[in-house]
């Protein structure tokens, strides 16, 4: 309590990141992620993703340490869990500095700096309740009420691709107290620290099963961050578990859905191309172009084209030739008449045939060609496929 008070810089960017955290999790279609999850294949389950956890808030009064105090139990855990790389939240705040003025929106900004660090999830949590309730059992008149603390804590998971709320949920634990510390609380004090103490602990264990099974799950993404001629960098280190030789896939970004609080969320757009990695660094790594999508697709489309200018010669010279072939037999049908007609009228002079003018040829259709160039930029995203 009194170290936020002596920052209040920090404290102002801890309600801020809590809020805009928390922000992110209304009204969110789950369109977009459910079409990353399509995308995987099944080596995105290997990978191990990073993870920011932000500080713990409370929603109630006096609790402010103790979430804090939660929400590093539960780092820690996951830490030693494995399957995921903790990024400690002052480099997602350093990271927020770098930001330019032009992102001006809350979330799109945590999300931006959360691409800078190759993040995959942003963890947020609060304590949303602490409260006393009473076990009612047996008959009216012989009833039992046993009286029973219990805590409530709110989890989001943000896919930072995205920007979707990828998974939420409330949950809730609880211990049974004496009738003493159940007439204390309702006289207006405080819960034991015990009590409390237990409530906390009691809730590591069913958080962290539900944020390795729902991250686990998630599908795996890097990021460009720099592009120096054919050498570009990107956001995937030893801690990733890709091997040097691998080669991923760079998307631009796509079709932009409007969520119900506003904002643009974006689909995968068109396939840039391939890259290879080729120097790892701790957590990034340089890579260099395989294939450009651009290229292959240009060929593909000249490809189409001279086909399409192929088919569309040998039409017109099938046409051209059944306007010959009729034209010819017009004229002999002509002839043929001329001839009869002098024949029934003898003397009246030599034969005259009526001259058909030559079919003019038809204009060739024109074939369009792409010049849409795709090139590799910071901040498209990178996948396995």
Same mark, same amino acid.
């Given at each position: ?47 191990r993703?990073r ?6 808030l409370?929603?109630? $009064?006096?609790?402010e ?7 590093l ?5 996951m ?13 997602l ?11 001006q ?32 059992t ?8 046993q ?29 049974e ?36 099974q729902?991250?686990s ?12 001629g ?8 030893r801690?990733?578990?890709? $091997?040097?030789?691998? %080669? ?28 290879k ?10 890579? %260099? ?9 240009? @060929? ?5 084209? %001279?086909?399409?200018? @192929? ?22 049908q ?10 029934? @009228? $003898? ?10 003018p ?18 590799? %930029? ?8």
């Amino acid at each position: 309590m009194h170290r936020f008070k002596c920052h209040p810089r920090l404290l102002a960017t801890l309600l801020l990141v809590g809020l805009a955290l928390t922000a992110l999790g209304c009204g969110f279609t789950q369109t977009v992620s459910d079409y990353w999850h399509d995308m995987m294949d099944s080596q995105d389950t290997n990978l191990r993703k990073r993870v920011v956890v932000a500080p713990f808030l409370s929603r109630l $009064p006096g609790l402010e340490a103790q979430a804090k105090a939660l929400g590093l139990a539960i780092s820690q855990r996951m830490e030693k869990q494995g399957g995921m790389v903790l990024v400690e939240f002052k480099d997602l705040r350093q990271a927020l500095t770098q930001v330019g003025p032009r992102v001006q929106n809350s979330e799109d900004r945590i999300v931006a700096a959360a691409r800078t660090l190759g993040l995959n999830t942003v963890l947020s949590g609060a304590v949303v309740n602490l409260a006393m309730q009473y076990d009612k059992t047996g008959i009216y008149g012989f009833r039992d009420n046993q009286p029973f603390a219990l805590m409530e804590l709110d989890l989001k998971l943000i896919d930072v691709a995205t920007g979707v709320l990828l998974a939420e949920t409330t949950l809730t634990t609880r211990t049974e107290i004496t009738e003493t510390e159940a007439s204390n609380v309702r006289l207006g004090q405080p819960f034991p620290p015990k009590v409390v103490g237990k409530l906390q602990g009691d809730l590591v264990a069913p958080a962290l099963h539900w944020i390795s099974q729902n991250i686990s799950a998630q599908a795996w993404v890097g990021f460009i961050l720099a592009v120096d001629g054919n050498r570009i960098k990107v956001t995937v280190g030893r801690d990733t578990g890709l $091997p040097l030789g691998a %080669e991923l896939v760079a998307y631009t970004r796509g079709e932009a859905i409007k969520s119900g609080s506003g904002r643009l969320l974006y689909l995968p757009g068109p396939v840039v191309g391939r890259i290879k990695l080729v120097k790892f660094e701790a957590r990034s790594a340089w890579a %260099e172009p395989v294939s450009l999508a651009a290229d292959e697709a240009e @060929k593909a489309e000249k490809a189409k084209a %001279e086909e399409a200018r @192929k088919e569309a010669e040998a039409k017109a010279k099938q046409e051209e030739q059944a306007a010959k072939e009729k034209q010819e037999e017009l004229q002999a049908q002509e002839a043929k008449a001329a001839v009869a007609q002098a024949a029934a @009228k $003898p003397g009246s002079g030599s034969m005259a045939f009526k001259a058909v003018p030559d079919p003019q040829p038809k204009p060739q259709p024109k074939v369009r060609t792409v010049t849409r160039r795709l090139t590799f %930029e910071p901040g498209q995203v990178l996948r396995t496929r």
